[in-house]
């Protein structure tokens, strides 16, 4: 059994509003980073079969041109979709307490609302991101499924192939 690899695999497919406005700043090194929360709504029947729903509620940090991108375009209530990886990190708080948190780093985010900019591509990727990442249709055509955002590679490991 020790012989057993477990697959390195950390990707996560998100999509909701934003709570409130996105919070962009510039590390020392001038490197654009944003921050902001999603939140992402779950509809279930409950056990008496009325339509129940849940909200979670998840954080999210975009860098470099994916960084600028959210600043010009992203505001409270804007709807995203969002393909990233998990991170944790910890940091001390004023009352010298460590505190950990996990959000997810974007890699690539869907823009979701309708625009007026000059803009033709609504995907716009980590530039640090070493893939091509692919363009999304256009977000005029009605949206019923999510397949339709997942490479080949996430097809199949969703379908276990």
């Not at 654009?32 to 056990?47: E, G, I, L, T």
């Not at 860098?63 to 990233?84: F, P, Q, Y």
């Not at 609504?122 to 999304?136: C, H, K, Q, V, Y």
Request: aromatic fraction near 6%; proline fraction near 2%; hydrophobic fraction near 35%.
């Amino acid at each position: 059994m020790a012989d057993l690899k477990m697959p390195e695999l950390n990707n996560v497919i998100v999509a909701g509003n934003l709570t409130k406005d996105p919070v962009f700043r510039q590390t020392s090194n001038n490197t654009p980073v944003v921050n902001f929360h999603v939140a992402a709504n779950r509809r279930y029947k409950d056990s008496n079969n009325q339509w129940q729903e849940d909200v979670c509620y998840v954080g999210i940090v975009a860098w470099n041109k994916l960084a600028d991108s959210c600043r010009e375009r992203l505001k409270k209530g804007s709807a995203v979709l969002i393909d990233g990886e998990l991170q944790s990190r910890t940091f001390k708080t004023e009352d010298s307490r460590n505190r950990t948190i996990v959000e997810i780093k974007a890699k690539r985010i869907q823009f979701l609302n309708k625009h007026n900019r000059m803009q033709d591509v609504d995907t716009i990727a980590d530039d640090s991101n070493t893939e091509d990442p692919t363009a999304l249709k256009d977000l005029d055509e009605d949206i019923t499924s999510f397949d339709k955002f997942l490479t080949n590679e996430e097809s199949d490991l969703l379908n276990n192939k």
